[in-house]
């Protein structure tokens, strides 16, 4: 079995009294856990500011945090050759009110300033298509966006920002709002080489083991589907 990809421990939440922290060890040891297991990337979420984002100059300082710390898991993804793939966020504290500015790294230009601000061969993109959709994004226009960066996907469908209940539900592909058929087309032209990860989890901890069989069977179908009707396969 290959393990295409590994999560790294999530929710690192930047200080909110201006210092900073370096990464704990425990994120380079799953850099070299990743070798050991033959796993070509790392997904790590941005470092959250979980507060309100109330101006501008917050939002560069939060993205200037966040090149300094994943700069320095460079020489380490390079040693052990796994790759690390940034995953874009949405407002899931629910922090934001009418008027504030963007939530951090929930749109593609957040995402490639990054990137860009790490400046390595050893850092990519994965697209949660669940993120985009609560944070309003145009997710086919955020995959053309990230064009040949992307390399991971977190592929999964929500109803968008549902208040006051949690709103990340990650349902099967097809079963919630966005436009399914638009993100295949759009990997078909970028021609994305990755594996096509379903990252769908709703409910499924309560399925009886038949129920969850077919559930998975569907999941599968509807994937070569998709992908049959956009030209991938």
Known sequence: VVVGQAHAPQFCMMPQDGSYREPEEIFYRAIEACKLMGTPHLVFHPIFYRARIW???????????????????????REFGVKVALENSFDFPKCQEPGDPRYNFTTAEDMLNLLYGVDSEMFCFCLDTGHANLAG??????????????????????????SPIYSDVHTLLGLASLDVPSIFQ??????????YNLECRANMAKMPDGILDLTMSYAAQALKRYAQEAGIV
């Open 55 to 77: 101006s501008e100059s917050l939002l560069d300082e939060i993205m200037a945090y966040n090149i300094r710390w994943f700069s320095t898991l460079k020489s380490t993804a």
């Open 186 to 195: 759009a990997l078909q032209e970028i021609e994305y080489g990755g594996i």
């Open 137 to 162: 994004q145009n997710v086919p226009e955020m995959v053309r966006a990230f064009g040949e960066n992307l390399e991971v996907l977190h592929l999964n469908d929500n109803y968008g920002m549902i």
